[in-house]
């Protein structure tokens, strides 16, 4: 299958999908979705072999964890938990290398930002613009890569609230 073939099959899950969550067709459309992040998640741009597909998604996974336990709160037991995810998560980026952990890291930013995106989508009737708006959404999500989401963090980073200068 070519990457132009995965491509339209993402698409068409993702139009199934908005389709039945706006009420178009028949069934929730919870399948549909289903299908459709799974296909945006198989769809990552790069033929990786099994062993680094293994790889990135048990740091994936890691980096999940990670960012679970570091919450505010919850006192030794739950540092000391994070302290020992954040050793096999560096054990794990030394054996892949950088190039499989950032993969790792975007696949992580996709999901979450298409998890936000199906949870707004989920929240509110949908118009046949705000259904375009969603697809167009989608697809934009899909075409990310890892150097487009660091542009877009230093972007943030540094249009950020600045500190104020102290009082003299």
Known sequence: MSEDDDTTAAEAS???AVEQLCGDGAGDGSEAAQEAVQALADGSGKAWTPEQET????MV??????????RPGGG??????EWRARERLVDMMEAGGPELLNEAELRHWKSHAMVELLLKFTDTAMKK?????????????NAVTYEDYQQAKRALADSGPKRAEPIR
């Open 14 to 16: 993702l139009r199934r």
């Open 55 to 58: 790889q990135i998604r048990a």
């Open 61 to 70: 996974e890691q980096i999940r964890k990670l960012r679970d336990l570091n």
């Open 129 to 141: 613009d705000d259904t375009v708006e969603t697809l167009a959404r989608f697809e934009a999500l």
């Open 76 to 81: 030794w037991w739950r540092r000391r938990r």
